[in-house]
Protein backbone atom coordinates (compact mmCIF):
# COMPACT_ATOMS: atom_id res chain seq x y z
CA UNK A 1 0.00 0.00 0.00
CA UNK A 2 2.76 2.15 0.88
CA UNK A 3 4.25 1.58 -2.56
CA UNK A 4 1.30 2.46 -4.14
CA UNK A 5 0.26 5.83 -2.38
CA UNK A 6 4.06 7.06 -3.06
CA UNK A 7 4.81 9.70 -4.82
CA UNK A 8 7.30 8.14 -6.51
CA UNK A 9 7.10 4.45 -6.88
CA UNK A 10 10.16 2.59 -7.12
CA UNK A 11 10.82 -0.99 -7.22
CA UNK A 12 11.16 -2.44 -4.37
CA UNK A 13 13.32 -5.81 -4.96
CA UNK A 14 10.37 -8.57 -4.66
CA UNK A 15 10.81 -11.94 -5.98
CA UNK A 16 7.09 -12.34 -4.87
CA UNK A 17 4.49 -14.56 -7.04
CA UNK A 18 2.54 -11.28 -8.51
CA UNK A 19 4.84 -10.83 -11.02
CA UNK A 20 3.54 -13.74 -12.42
CA UNK A 21 0.04 -13.65 -11.52
CA UNK A 22 -0.24 -10.48 -13.24
CA UNK A 23 1.85 -11.54 -16.24
CA UNK A 24 -0.45 -13.53 -18.35
CA UNK A 25 -1.79 -11.14 -21.01
CA UNK A 26 1.77 -10.65 -22.58
CA UNK A 27 1.74 -14.21 -23.03
CA UNK A 28 -1.64 -13.74 -25.40
CA UNK A 29 -0.11 -9.96 -26.32
CA UNK A 30 3.05 -11.26 -28.27
CA UNK A 31 4.53 -13.37 -31.62
CA UNK A 32 7.55 -14.58 -30.55
CA UNK A 33 8.99 -15.75 -27.21
CA UNK A 34 12.25 -12.90 -27.23
CA UNK A 35 9.23 -9.99 -27.23
CA UNK A 36 7.62 -12.55 -24.73
CA UNK A 37 10.09 -12.79 -22.70
CA UNK A 38 11.38 -9.16 -22.94
CA UNK A 39 7.65 -7.89 -22.30
CA UNK A 40 7.46 -10.09 -19.19
CA UNK A 41 10.23 -9.07 -17.91
CA UNK A 42 9.58 -5.22 -18.18
CA UNK A 43 5.94 -6.20 -16.82
CA UNK A 44 7.76 -7.49 -13.83
CA UNK A 45 10.64 -4.85 -13.39
CA UNK A 46 7.96 -2.17 -12.04
CA UNK A 47 7.72 -3.46 -8.42
CA UNK A 48 9.03 -7.08 -8.54
CA UNK A 49 12.81 -6.45 -9.92
CA UNK A 50 14.38 -9.00 -8.36
CA UNK A 51 15.98 -11.86 -10.86
CA UNK A 52 13.52 -14.60 -9.23
CA UNK A 53 10.52 -12.01 -9.59
CA UNK A 54 11.60 -11.33 -13.38
CA UNK A 55 12.55 -15.03 -13.84
CA UNK A 56 8.89 -15.96 -12.54
CA UNK A 57 6.76 -13.85 -15.04
CA UNK A 58 8.89 -14.81 -17.76
CA UNK A 59 8.21 -18.35 -17.30
CA UNK A 60 4.73 -17.99 -16.75
CA UNK A 61 4.20 -15.98 -19.97
CA UNK A 62 6.51 -18.45 -21.76
CA UNK A 63 4.34 -21.25 -21.34
CA UNK A 64 1.16 -19.31 -22.04
CA UNK A 65 3.07 -18.51 -25.44
CA UNK A 66 3.92 -22.05 -26.12
CA UNK A 67 0.40 -23.61 -24.59
CA UNK A 68 -0.97 -20.83 -27.25
CA UNK A 69 1.00 -21.37 -30.54
CA UNK A 70 2.42 -24.62 -30.00
CA UNK A 71 -0.14 -26.90 -27.79
CA UNK A 72 2.48 -29.56 -26.25
CA UNK A 73 2.64 -30.46 -23.03
CA UNK A 74 6.10 -31.61 -23.42
CA UNK A 75 7.69 -28.69 -25.13
CA UNK A 76 6.03 -26.51 -22.60
CA UNK A 77 8.12 -28.50 -19.41
CA UNK A 78 11.09 -28.96 -21.64
CA UNK A 79 11.47 -24.92 -22.58
CA UNK A 80 10.42 -23.70 -19.18
CA UNK A 81 12.63 -26.10 -17.55
CA UNK A 82 15.52 -26.14 -19.58
CA UNK A 83 15.53 -22.14 -19.58
CA UNK A 84 14.57 -21.53 -16.17
CA UNK A 85 15.57 -24.48 -14.06
CA UNK A 86 12.19 -25.26 -12.83
CA UNK A 87 11.20 -28.53 -11.77
CA UNK A 88 8.64 -29.37 -13.48
CA UNK A 89 8.89 -33.94 -13.87
CA UNK A 90 6.98 -33.62 -10.61
CA UNK A 91 2.92 -34.35 -10.54
CA UNK A 92 0.68 -32.92 -8.59
CA UNK A 93 -0.12 -35.62 -6.47
CA UNK A 94 3.89 -35.40 -5.61
CA UNK A 95 3.67 -31.85 -4.41
CA UNK A 96 0.34 -31.70 -2.68
CA UNK A 97 1.19 -33.42 0.55
CA UNK A 98 4.15 -31.49 1.30
CA UNK A 99 3.07 -28.11 -0.16
CA UNK A 100 2.04 -24.94 2.28
CA UNK A 101 1.39 -21.23 1.33
CA UNK A 102 4.54 -19.72 -0.18
CA UNK A 103 4.58 -16.46 -1.76
CA UNK A 104 7.74 -16.42 -3.74
CA UNK A 105 8.04 -16.95 -7.58
CA UNK A 106 10.72 -19.99 -6.70
CA UNK A 107 7.74 -22.09 -4.95
CA UNK A 108 4.94 -20.57 -6.96
CA UNK A 109 5.67 -20.62 -10.59
CA UNK A 110 6.50 -24.36 -10.83
CA UNK A 111 3.84 -26.16 -8.50
CA UNK A 112 1.05 -23.81 -11.00
CA UNK A 113 3.00 -24.94 -14.34
CA UNK A 114 2.83 -28.34 -12.76
CA UNK A 115 -0.97 -28.34 -12.20
CA UNK A 116 -1.38 -27.37 -16.23
CA UNK A 117 0.69 -30.22 -16.93
CA UNK A 118 -0.99 -32.62 -15.51
CA UNK A 119 -4.77 -31.57 -16.58
CA UNK A 120 -6.89 -32.79 -18.98
CA UNK A 121 -9.22 -29.11 -19.38
CA UNK A 122 -9.28 -25.79 -18.51
CA UNK A 123 -11.29 -26.23 -14.54
CA UNK A 124 -9.31 -29.24 -14.20
CA UNK A 125 -6.52 -27.52 -14.06
CA UNK A 126 -7.52 -24.48 -12.12
CA UNK A 127 -8.97 -27.39 -9.77
CA UNK A 128 -5.70 -28.95 -9.69
CA UNK A 129 -3.88 -25.55 -8.93
CA UNK A 130 -6.48 -24.82 -5.70
CA UNK A 131 -6.43 -28.26 -4.34
CA UNK A 132 -2.24 -27.78 -4.08
CA UNK A 133 -3.55 -25.09 -1.02
CA UNK A 134 -1.40 -22.41 0.15
CA UNK A 135 -1.35 -19.02 -2.12
CA UNK A 136 -4.75 -20.79 -4.04
CA UNK A 137 -5.56 -17.66 -5.52
CA UNK A 138 -2.39 -16.82 -7.42
CA UNK A 139 -1.92 -20.63 -8.28
CA UNK A 140 -4.81 -20.48 -10.01
CA UNK A 141 -4.85 -17.58 -11.80
CA UNK A 142 -1.23 -18.97 -13.29
CA UNK A 143 -2.66 -21.91 -14.33
CA UNK A 144 -5.70 -20.61 -15.30
CA UNK A 145 -3.88 -18.51 -18.14
CA UNK A 146 -1.87 -20.95 -19.30
CA UNK A 147 -4.91 -23.38 -19.68
CA UNK A 148 -7.15 -20.76 -21.35
CA UNK A 149 -3.97 -20.50 -24.01
CA UNK A 150 -3.67 -24.31 -24.60
CA UNK A 151 -7.44 -25.49 -24.18
CA UNK A 152 -8.97 -22.36 -25.89
CA UNK A 153 -12.01 -20.40 -24.45
CA UNK A 154 -13.00 -20.70 -20.24
CA UNK A 155 -16.27 -22.59 -20.43
CA UNK A 156 -19.00 -20.27 -20.74
CA UNK A 157 -20.64 -21.61 -17.23
CA UNK A 158 -17.10 -20.17 -15.35
CA UNK A 159 -17.25 -17.04 -17.64
CA UNK A 160 -20.97 -16.12 -16.66
CA UNK A 161 -19.97 -16.67 -13.39
CA UNK A 162 -16.71 -14.03 -13.46
CA UNK A 163 -18.92 -11.61 -15.71
CA UNK A 164 -21.17 -11.45 -12.52
CA UNK A 165 -18.71 -10.92 -10.07
CA UNK A 166 -16.77 -8.39 -11.59
CA UNK A 167 -17.60 -4.50 -12.02
CA UNK A 168 -18.29 -3.53 -15.33
CA UNK A 169 -15.73 -1.91 -16.05
CA UNK A 170 -13.23 -4.31 -15.68
CA UNK A 171 -15.47 -6.51 -17.30
CA UNK A 172 -14.89 -3.77 -20.34
CA UNK A 173 -11.06 -4.34 -20.20
CA UNK A 174 -11.16 -7.89 -20.46
CA UNK A 175 -13.63 -7.72 -23.35
CA UNK A 176 -11.62 -4.70 -25.21
CA UNK A 177 -8.51 -7.14 -24.50
CA UNK A 178 -9.82 -10.34 -25.97
CA UNK A 179 -11.74 -8.60 -28.59
CA UNK A 180 -7.88 -7.10 -29.88
CA UNK A 181 -5.98 -10.30 -29.11
CA UNK A 182 -8.63 -12.84 -30.97
CA UNK A 183 -9.19 -14.29 -27.56
CA UNK A 184 -12.69 -16.17 -28.03
Given at each position: MSWLGSVDPK????WGNGSAMRVSPVGFAFESVEDVLREAQRSAEFTHDHPEGIKGAQATALAIFLARTEWDKDLIRTEVSNRFGYDLDRTVDEIRPSYSF???CQK?????????LDSTSYEDA???AISLGGDADTLACITGGIAEAYYGPVPAVILEQVRGI??????GITEGFCTKFHIA
Amino acid sequence: MSWLGSVDPKPYNSWGNGSAMRVSPVGFAFESVEDVLREAQRSAEFTHDHPEGIKGAQATALAIFLARTEWDKDLIRTEVSNRFGYDLDRTVDEIRPSYSFNESCQKTVPEAIVAFLDSTSYEDAVRNAISLGGDADTLACITGGIAEAYYGPVPAVILEQVRGILPADLWGITEGFCTKFHIA
